[in-house]
């Protein structure tokens, strides 16, 4: 009776974790001394352990193995990918959130964590039912990704953003304003933008969509500017942002590059790239096209590898710290940012712009 009644008490990792407010894999890794977990928040593990006699096993051992080799946990969290693009099938559609839910599945799989994915425009899908989801699954946290027409997320969910953690995946967010990972677009415009310049070509333009501009915060245009102020002020051309309307009407485009002559002209959306594809051969013989995005390698600005991978991991491991914080930290009302550098390789920057001249009608960038 005596082993029954000590076997009956014993205290586990899930109790720790429960009386810590924080994941079992939290209590594992701070139990080993992981860095992982901050240092406040390992001395308050260690406390709540030793206060109520635990004493580890043989599993913990092998648990904490598995993850100083990179395996994950056994006893795994879940955590939510939440889809807010309008389209369900935008992860196949657009490369850049493919990028994001590998790194996102991979640096889940470092942790422990598994996944359930979310699309948030789903008719049937109601802010009871998710939370129903989300309780029955204990996630208390997720990422979010996609929200690229609305940085807004959607009012008839306001509770969930309240009641459970999310880390925002490539773009800021607003109603809520969450912690956001992000590629330095500002620098990869600017450092593009520079080497053409380097490239010996003198008026450089930039076309993008005034929607993109906004959703990004003008960090594409900030980048480009700045790079511009090298070249004389009679050589610097303002971007141009009325894509909406010129794909419309043509004209309107097609005139604006009479009117400033640029000799290369970025683009940074596919769909932008596609457009200006499309129109090509009504453009001056002497304007080059340059992608800053692309959909596969091998085509367009492929000297810039703008990171979409490593956002996506960052994601989970800035919410693994915003789950596993001590208690109170995550009732700040102050979000923050994570801006991931791109990876530049600079001899295919140099080799992949054209050489300046006359190129055959219709080919592409």
């Not at 996630?139 to 979010?144: A, D, E, T």
């Amino acid at each position: 009776m005596p082993n029954q009644t000590k076997s009956k008490n014993r205290v586990t990792l899930g109790k720790i974790a429960e009386m810590a407010g924080v994941s079992k894999c939290a209590v594992s890794l701070a139990l080993k001394g992981s860095r992982k977990i901050s240092e406040a928040v390992r001395r308050k593990i260690k406390r709540i352990a030793d206060a109520n006699g635990y004493r580890g096993s043989a599993l913990l051992s092998t648990v904490m193995s598995n993850i100083k080799t990179g395996r994950s946990c056994d006893f795994l969290e879940t955590i939510v990918l939440i889809n807010a693009n309008r389209s369900k099938d935008a992860p196949k559609r657009f490369p850049i959130f493919e990028k994001y839910i590998n790194g996102i599945m991979a640096e889940a799989s470092h942790l422990g964590y598994s996944v359930y994915s979310v699309w948030l425009h789903d008719e049937k899908l109601t802010q009871q039912r998710l939370k129903k989801i989300l309780v029955n699954r204990g996630i208390r946290g997720g990422v979010i990704i996609g929200h690229a027409d609305d940085t807004i997320l959607p009012e008839r969910f306001s509770q969930i953003w309240r009641d459970f953690k999310f880390v925002s995946a490539g773009l800021r967010t607003f109603n809520p304003t969450l912690d956001f990972i992000s590629p330095d677009k500002f620098l990869i415009a600017q450092y593009a933008t520079a080497q053409i310049i380097k490239k010996g070509y003198r008026r450089p333009a930039i076309v993008l969509d005034a929607h993109i501009d906004e959703i990004v915060e003008g960090r594409f245009i900030g980048g480009f500017l700045r790079a511009q102020l090298a070249l004389p002020e009679k050589s610097r051309i303002s971007p141009f942002l009325d894509v909406a309307r010129a794909k419309k009407k043509n004209e309107i485009f097609i005139d604006w590059v009479k009117k400033n002559k640029p000799d290369v002209i970025f683009s940074v959306s596919n769909a932008t790239a596609e457009w200006l594809d499309e129109i090509y051969t009504k453009l001056p013989n002497s304007v080059e096209i340059v992608r800053l995005e692309r959909n596969s390698i091998g085509e367009g600005w492929v000297g810039i590898d703008m990171n979409y991978e490593l956002v996506g991991r960052l994601a989970v491991r800035k919410l693994f710290d915003i789950l596993n914080t001590r208690a109170g930290m995550g009732d700040i009302d102050v979000s923050t940012c994570t801006i991931v550098e791109p990876h530049w390789n600079k001899n295919l920057v140099l080799e992949r712009i054209p050489p300046r001249g006359k190129l055959p009608r219709g080919s592409k960038r």
